[in-house]
C-alpha cells in the first residue's frame, strides 16, 4: 500500500508540472462568443476553483490554506501562506437558429493569480493579494445581406477586449466565529469594436467602409463581506456568509473612427478617406453593484453541503451614458463535497466535490438568457502532510453547461476543464535544530 500512495503521489507532482507549462503557454482567449459584444463582455467566474467544483458555492467557504477571493471576510481564517493559481481549457459550442449554424472553438486561459498570507499565527487575521480577469471580449460575426435587390454586402463585426482586477485584501475575525474583509482593488479594461463593410459587386467598384470604437476605462472597485460559523454540535457546524459591492463609476476615454480603406497584398490595410475622427474623449462607467449570499453545513473532517444565492444589477450599467441590451442577473449555487480521510491508500486523502447551477444571465437580446452549469471536482495532495509543512493540492474541476435554450438566436454549449495549482506553507516556524 505504501508503493502504491507513493508512486500516485509522484504522479500528482508530474501534473503539477504540466499544469504550470500550461500556464507559461497560455494565449489570449479566442473563444467566439457573439454575446460577448454586449455589455463589458462573457464573465468570468468570480468563484476558485475548489468552490467551483462545488456548484460555486463560495459565499460561506472556508479553510485554513485557501485563499477565497469571493469572500474575503475568509482570508481570517488563513493559517498557511498560500500561493494559489488557476488554468482551464474552456471549449465553446455556438448553434445558431436562423441560418442554422454551429461553430467550435477552444482556448486556454489563466483563470486567477492569488497570494494568501495570514498575519496571525493563531489565525485571526489573513490578508490576500492576486490578479484576476474579471470579463473578456472575443467575436468574429460575418453577415451577407442584399441591398436593393442588386448589390450584395458583406459586413464583418469583431471585438476584442476585456476587464481584469487587481487587488489587495484582508479578513480578520472581530469575535468568536464572525469576521469580516475588504478588497480593494483597481479594475481596468479595453473594448475594441469594429465594423467593416465590403460591396459584393461585379459592374462598379466601392471602397470597403471601417466603423471603430476603441475604449479603455479604469477606477477602484471595493468589495465586503461576512462570515459566521454556528456551532450544532461537537462535530457539526452551519456556516454563513455573504458578500458584495455598492454601484462604482469609472473614468474611462475612447476614440472614434469611419473610415473608407483597401487591403495592401501584405494582408495590411490603408486609409483611403478618413470620415470622421474623434480622439480621446472622456465618459464614465457604471459598474453596477452585487451582492450574494450563502449557507453551508459542515459534518467536519466527513462532508459538507451547501446553497448561494447571486445577482447584480446590470440594469444599472451605462457606458459613456449609453445603455446595453443588459438585465439584472440572478444564480442559484448548490453543490458539497466529500472527505474520506484515514484511509493508508492515496485516493482515501482525496477531496471529492460536485455541484450545480442555475439562472439567468445578464445578456438580454430580444429575450431572457437562461444559463445552467454541472460540475465534478477532485481536491488532489501533491505529498504527505507528515512528511513537511507544505499542504499542497491540486484542485481540479470539469464544468459542462448551456447558455440559451431552442428559443434563443443563438445557444451556446460550453466545456471547461479547471485546474488550480494550491501551494501552502507554514512560514516563519522556530527551528529546533541546526
Known amino acids: 500500500m505504501l508503493l502504491v500512495s507513493t508512486t500516485m503521489y509522484k504522479r500528482i507532482r508530474l501534473l503539477a508540472l504540466l499544469v504550470t507549462c500550461l500556464i507559461v503557454k497560455a494565449q489570449a482567449q479566442n473563444l467566439n462568443s457573439p454575446y460577448s459584444r454586449y455589455g463589458l463582455g462573457d464573465i468570468v467566474p468570480s468563484q476558485n476553483i475548489l468552490t467551483r467544483g ?3 458555492i463560495g459565499a460561506a467557504y472556508y479553510d485554513y490554506s485557501t485563499v477565497n477571493f469571493l469572500n474575503p471576510a475568509s482570508y481570517a481564517r488563513l493559517q498557511a501562506t498560500s500561493l494559489d493559481i488557476g488554468v482551464e481549457l474552456a471549449t465553446r ?11 467550435q472553438a477552444y482556448s486556454p486561459q489563466i483563470s486567477y493569480v492569488q497570494v494568501g498570507i495570514p498575519l496571525k499565527k493563531s489565525g485571526g487575521w489573513g490578508m490576500n493579494i492576486g490578479l484576476r480577469p474579471i470579463t473578456r471580449i472575443n467575436y468574429k460575426i460575418e453577415q451577407i445581406e442584399r441591398l436593393n435587390g442588386i448589390d450584395s454586402m458583406r459586413t464583418v463585426y469583431e471585438g476584442s477586449g476585456g476587464a481584469y482586477e487587481a487587488h489587495i485584501g484582508t479578513g480578520v475575525t472581530l469575535f468568536k466565529n464572525f469576521s469580516i474583509g475588504v478588497n480593494v482593488g483597481y479594475l481596468f479594461g479595453t473594448r475594441d469594436y ?31 463581506g461576512i462570515q459566521y460559523t454556528a456551532k450544532l454540535s461537537k462535530k457539526s457546524w452551519l456556516r454563513f456568509g455573504a458578500h458584495g459591492n455598492v454601484q462604482q463609476s469609472f473614468n474611462a476615454r475612447r476614440d472614434y473612427l469611419k473610415e473608407t480603406f483597401t487591403n495592401n497584398s501584405t494582408g495590411s490595410t490603408s486609409t483611403i478617406d478618413t470620415i470622421e475622427y474623434v480622439q480621446d474623449a472622456g465618459g464614465d462607467v457604471e459598474y453596477p453593484s452585487s451582492w450574494g449570499a450563502g449557507i453551508i453545513f459542515d459534518r467536519l473532517g466527513k462532508w459538507m453541503i451547501g446553497v448561494d444565492y447571486n445577482t447584480q444589477q446590470w440594469s444599472n450599467y451605462r457606458f459613456f451614458k449609453e445603455a446595453d441590451e443588459v438585465r439584472d442577473s440572478h444564480s442559484w449555487h448548490i453543490g458539497g463535497q466529500i472527505f474520506p480521510k484515514g484511509g493508508k491508500t492515496y485516493w482515501t486523502n482525496v477531496s471529492y466535490r460536485a455541484g450545480f447551477s442555475f439562472g439567468t444571465d445578464y445578456i438580454s437580446v430580444d429575450r431572457d438568457l437562461p444559463r445552467w452549469s454541472a460540475s465534478v471536482g477532485l481536491g488532489l495532495p501533491m505529498r504527505k502532510p507528515a512528511y513537511s509543512n507544505q499542504f499542497s493540492v491540486i484542485n481540479t474541476t470539469f464544468e459542462f453547461g448551456q447558455r440559451g435554450d431552442k428559443n434563443s438566436a443563438v445557444r451556446e454549449n460550453f466545456f471547461q476543464l479547471a485546474i488550480g495549482l494550491s501551494l501552502s506553507d507554514i512560514w516563519f516556524i522556530k527551528r529546533k535544530y541546526d
Open 54 to 56: 462545488m456548484g460555486g
Open 93 to 103: 459550442s455556438l448553434r445558431a437558429v436562423n441560418p442554422p449554424r454551429k461553430f
Open 194 to 224: 469594429s465594423t467593416r463593410r465590403y460591396f459584393i459587386n461585379d459592374s462598379v467598384f466601392y471602397y470597403p467602409s471601417n466603423y471603430e470604437v476603441k475604449a479603455n476605462y479604469g477606477g477602484v472597485l471595493v468589495n465586503g
